[in-house]
């Protein structure tokens, strides 16, 4: 199994350029689906979650050539409509085919996603959607089936929680359907955005995302087309909190600001500087980290994906701070491997009480999840001594060239 290996202790400083946003590039890769025509997508990272969604629509029939950053798809004649354990079981965004399947041929059949290490997560908001557009669902044998008769049918949706899945999943069913759909408490992400540029690049009829009430005007059919991924704005959020808890100075290229307003916003509270400048972002670390209180929201809340890594920040602060996470029941596993790094944290449910201490120290820590392990090389990198990360392959699903965008800044990483 691989392991991370950290010296820590050296400031971060220079350049590092942003990849495409895995959460935008996975729904937008499902949705290729739709469409009997080419699809070509840029800024495209190499993931391992990117590698299994792009595995599970060539199980399913379609011709796929992925080269650089450019990924192109074209969803033929499929000859599977399924999606089975061996992909649902590792990674719950295969799920998000369902939609699109159901749109183009009335029929999918997916293995049921389960609950994950940060919560139980389940798809009754999705399954509500597509009853809603008129679908007929059925579980049997691990498996939840969907199918219709004739075509769905325009709906109004609301959902109990904006969950980000459920609202694309949705959204992809919906662009066919026959009439007009609105979901309500819709999710606002950017990735929500960036999906339906994507569908009305295709043809589609999309409006109102980003807000709580996504309209969609259902056409008969859709053209493959071309689209360029969002930046992701978790991965520059992990940057930029590294870049301030090693008391570096880092620039980081290929962002939207505007997405990590929240991230930016708590950042500056903690008493670092980010300065805009061309399409980038400037974060120089202050010489005092100071305590603060956050609540992970639905954007544009502050993103239950930051969470973890800001506990390694306040880890070190000066005085208490007090995380309540409020998006997932089951998010707080990377403090206990904190606390082998010396960390004062004591977590009762939701809420995560962090007393600051000066310094982490170098232990041997596991990755519990992905954004848990981005947390726990951003203490290793701060820390006195050597870190071990062991189920390194948690990071693997959404952090793009690691070791070589850390190292560009002066990190010591090697991969054992
Ligand atoms: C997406 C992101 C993930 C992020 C999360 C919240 C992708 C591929 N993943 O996950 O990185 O952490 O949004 O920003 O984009 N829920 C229900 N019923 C449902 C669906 C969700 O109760 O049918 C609940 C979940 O249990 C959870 C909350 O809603 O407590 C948020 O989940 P959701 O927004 O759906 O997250 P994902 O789309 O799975």
């Known amino acids: 199994m691989e392991k991370l290996v950290i010296r820590g202790g050296k400031p971060l400083t220079g350049r590092v350029r942003i990849s495409g946003a895995k959460n935008a590039v996975l729904p937008v890769i499902a949705s290729t689906l739709l469409v009997n025509g080419t699809c070509c997508i840029r800024g ?8 299994m969604m792009v595995d599970l629509l060539g199980y399913m029939g379609a011709d796929i050539s992925w080269e650089g950053e450019t990924l192109s798809v074209r ?14 079981s590792k990674m719950r965004a295969s799920f998000l085919i369902m939609g699109p399947l159901l749109a183009r041929f009335g029929q999918a059949r ?19 959607g597509f009853v809603s557009l008129g679908a007929e669902v059925i579980k049997e ?31 992809m069913a919906a662009v066919m359907a026959e009439g007009t ?28 995302a980003g807000t709580n009430l996504i309209t969609i005007e259902g056409v008969p059919s859709l053209r493959g087309s071309t689209h360029t991924v969002i930046p992701d704005r978790v991965e520059a959020g992990t940057y930029m909190v590294a870049a301030t808890l090693t008391g570096g100075e880092v620039y980081l290229e290929n962002v939207i600001s505007e997405h990590l307003k929240p991230v930016i916003a708590k950042l500056e509270e903690v008493g670092a500087k980010i300065k805009n400048g061309g399409a980038g972002v400037r ?4 010489d005092k980290i100071l ?16 969470q973890s890594q800001m506990t390694s920040l306040l880890a070190v602060a000066d005085g208490t701070s007090i995380i309540t996470e409020t998006v997932f029941e089951n998010r707080f596993m990377h403090t206990e491997e904190l606390i ?14 962090i007393k600051g201490v000066s310094r982490l120290s170098g232990a041997r820590v596991q990755a519990t999840d992905l954004r848990g392990g981005a947390a726990l090389i951003i203490a290793a990198l701060a820390a006195s001594g050597q870190t071990e990360i062991g189920y390194v392959y948690h990071v693997d699903r959404g952090y793009e060239r690691l070791e070589e965008k850390l190292g560009g800044l002066g990190a010591d990483i090697s991969r054992a």
Request: net charge neutral.
């Open 141 to 171: 044998k691990g498996y939840v089936e969907a199918r219709i008769r004739d075509r769905l049918k325009g709906t109004r949706v609301y959902l109990d929680f904006p969950s980000v899945g459920a609202t694309e999943n949705i959204m």
């Open 110 to 128: 997916i293995f049921m996603p389960g609950g994950c290490n940060i919560g139980t997560r389940p798809i009754d908001l999705h399954l509500k």
């Open 44 to 51: 495209v990272p190499c993931l391992t979650d990117v590698r």
């Open 283 to 286: 974060v120089t670390a202050p």
């Open 75 to 88: 969803a033929g004649n499929l000859n599977n409509r399924e999606a089975p354990f061996e992909y649902v």
């Open 291 to 306: 305590p603060i209180n956050l609540q992970t929201l639905p954007y544009p809340g502050f993103p239950t994906d930051m």
């Open 181 to 208: 759909t609105h979901i309500q408490n819709a999710a606002e992400e950017p990735e929500i955005v960036d999906l339906a540029n994507f569908l009305n690049a295709m043809g589609g009829r999309v409006s109102g």
């Open 340 to 353: 082998r790094m010396g960390a004062d944290i004591k977590v009762d449910g939701r809420i995560a009480v």
